[in-house]
């Protein structure tokens, strides 16, 4: 009889992480923001792990003033990140307001920021193996030429 396969994670996310900065009205005209970590990767990953998924994260997060906060944030909400790379340059940034139940205002500031940094050699054949299943977004795909082929080598693995 052949041994199960004992998988460390539900999920591994590969992804983006941006610093998102949240208001109650128009971004614009707002006075306050609150503060956090954000992009559609980072709310997928949150959301599984707390629905009690085991999730594992690969990404790169830049050596900016948000560089710790970020780290900590995702910790905290449940996120390993023993796959996050620390990177130079600058973190993702977007501003977001809820104007209401059905419409958001975005603002993204995106040329240049540590995602542009997520390359193949972050993807090796133990990581995909220790995870049921591999979730990156088709968002990720559009950063770089790097970041499209690590998503590429992770479901060639996975598949």
């Known amino acids: 009889m052949k041994p199960i396969h004992f998988r460390s994670f ?7 992480a941006f610093v998102e900065f949240r208001c109650p009205r128009d971004i614009c005209l707002s006075d306050t923001y609150e503060k956090g970590v954000g992009g559609a990767d980072i709310h997928a990953a949150v959301a599984a792990a707390r629905l009690g998924s085991s999730v594992s994260f690969v990404s790169t997060i830049a050596r900016d003033p948000f560089h710790q906060m970020m780290r900590d944030s995702l910790v905290a909400q449940g996120v390993n990140i023993d796959h996050v790379v620390t990177s130079k340059g600058y973190n993702g940034i977007y ?17 240049g920021t540590a995602a542009e940094n997520i390359s193949p050699a972050m993807i090796y054949d133990d990581l995909v193996e220790d995870s049921k299943i591999v979730f990156a977004s088709s968002e990720l795909q559009s950063v770089s030429k790097a970041a499209r082929h690590t998503i590429f080598k992770a479901f060639h693995h996975a598949h």
């Open 95 to 111: 501003f977001t307001s809820a104007q209401g139940p059905d419409v958001r205002e975005y603002l993204y500031h995106r040329p």
């Open 10 to 16: 539900d999920i591994l996310f590969i992804g983006e």
